[in-house]
């Protein structure tokens, strides 16, 4: 009984299998593989929460981003976390010793 459970968890799964399934059918123009998260993002005393969006370097490159003069795509297989953040990012950030504390708000 439980090896049928699993059977049918395993069936949820966006696996590589089933991208490549999806692509073969007609109309469809590109599938890529997408990972969404909620993240914490800190930097110097600055903190936000914001999504996270984790794709392919080809799913990227079909999105046609417009970036900042000297920016690029992150490399697949890169060493380093490349980040693409959008110019509204900024907007998600308050000082990370304000956080839940009223006086930092007042005009």
């Known amino acids: 009984m439980g090896d049928t459970n699993n059977e049918e968890e395993a069936t ?63 490399k697949a297989g890169s060493a380093e976390l490349d980040l693409v953040i959008g110019n509204n990012v900024i907007t998600n950030f308050q000082q990370e010793r304000c956080i839940g504390r009223q006086e930092c708000f007042r005009i």
Do not use: F, R, W
């Open 12 to 74: 949820k799964y966006t696996t590589d299998d089933v991208i490549e399934q999806i692509k073969k059918l007609d109309h469809v123009a590109d599938v890529q593989p997408v990972l969404s998260i909620d993240a914490l993002l800190k930097k110097n005393g600055y903190i936000g929460y914001c999504p996270l969006t984790g794709m392919t370097e080809e799913g990227l490159k079909d999105l046609n981003i417009k970036l900042a003069p000297g920016g690029s795509l992150p």
